[in-house]
T-cell receptor, first 113, second 113 residues
Framework: GQQLNQSPQSMFIQEGEDVSMNCTSS?????WLWYKQDPGEGPVLLIA?????ELTSNGRLTAQFGITRKDSFLNISASIPSDVGIYFC?????????????FGKGTKLSVKP | NAGVTQTPKFQVLKTGQSMTLQCAQD?????MYWYRQDPGMGLRLIYYSASEGTTDKGEVPNGYNVSRLNKREFSLRLESAAPSQTSVYFC????????????FGSGTRLTVV
C-alpha cells in the first residue's frame, strides 16, 4: 500500500528553538493533515491543507502543502515544553486497506526546558 | 460534547483470554476505525467501517474481529489474546470523505501476559 516517509523520527531540542519536520510520498495526495499526540492521549488535528503550495498557520505552527503534492512540511517556532509529543502527518486517500487516511510513522519531539 | 469515547482505558489479559474494546462517537460520523500503535510503528489500521452495516479489513486484521453495532458504536474483539497484541488501541471516527480528518479517542492500553 501507499506509504508516507516522515522525518526525522525523533528530535531533542532546547526550549526556544525552532523545529522543522517533513513528510514525503511517492504518490500524490490532494489533502495533507498534521496531528499531534500528547503523551497518553489520542492524536489531535493541528492543521489541514487542501491546495498545492498552500501555507497555513495555527499559532506558532506553520504547515505547507508541497507544490508536487507529494510532500508536506511542519514548522514550530520558539518551542515550549508543552510542544512535547508525537507529530503525525497524514495524506487523504480514498478506499483501500488503509482506509481514507495514510499516516506517517511520526516524529517524536522532546523539549528541554 | 464527548467526541469519541473508548472503554476501558487499561486492561491486562492472560494469553488466550478474550475481550471486547468498546468505542462510541456522538458526532454523527459515517466512518469508524480501529488502529493499534506500537513504538516506532506509527498507527496501523486494524479494521474500519465506512458506514453502518459495513466493515473492512485494514493492514493488520489477523486475530481481531469487529462489529458496527449502529452508527454510533464500533467494537473490536480479541477472541484469544496473544502477547503480540500488547499495544495501545485507538478508535477514530470521520465524516464521509474525511476532508477534516478523523477524531480519535484517548486509547486503550492493553497488556497480554
Amino acid at each position: 500500500g501507499q506509504q508516507l516517509n516522515q522525518s526525522p523520527q525523533s528530535m531533542f531540542i532546547q526550549e526556544g528553538e525552532d523545529v522543522s519536520m517533513n513528510c514525503t510520498s511517492s504518490s500524490i495526495f490532494n489533502t495533507w493533515l498534521w496531528y499531534k499526540q500528547d503523551p497518553g492521549e489520542g492524536p489531535v488535528l493541528l492543521i489541514a491543507l487542501y491546495k498545492a503550495g498552500e501555507l497555513t498557520s495555527n499559532g506558532r505552527l506553520t504547515a505547507q502543502f508541497g507544490i508536487t503534492r507529494k510532500d508536506s512540511f511542519l514548522n514550530i517556532s520558539a518551542s515550549i515544553p508543552s510542544d512535547v509529543g508525537i507529530y503525525f502527518c497524514a495524506g487523504l486517500n480514498y478506499g483501500g486497506s488503509q482506509g481514507n487516511l495514510i499516516f506517517g510513522k511520526g516524529t517524536k519531539l522532546s523539549v528541554k526546558p | 460534547n464527548a467526541g469519541v469515547t473508548q472503554t476501558p482505558k487499561f486492561q491486562v489479559l492472560k494469553t488466550g483470554q478474550s475481550m471486547t474494546l468498546q468505542c462510541a462517537q456522538d458526532m454523527n460520523h459515517n466512518s469508524m476505525y480501529w488502529y493499534r500503535q506500537d513504538p516506532g510503528m506509527g498507527l496501523r489500521l486494524i479494521y474500519y467501517s465506512a458506514s453502518e452495516g459495513t466493515t473492512d479489513k485494514g493492514e493488520v486484521p489477523n486475530g481481531y474481529n469487529v462489529s458496527r453495532l449502529n452508527k454510533r458504536e464500533f467494537s473490536l474483539r480479541l477472541e484469544s489474546a496473544a502477547p503480540s497484541q500488547t499495544s495501545v488501541y485507538f478508535c477514530a471516527s470521520g465524516p464521509k470523505g474525511a476532508l477534516e480528518g478523523y477524531t480519535f479517542g484517548s486509547g486503550t492500553r492493553l497488556t497480554v501476559v
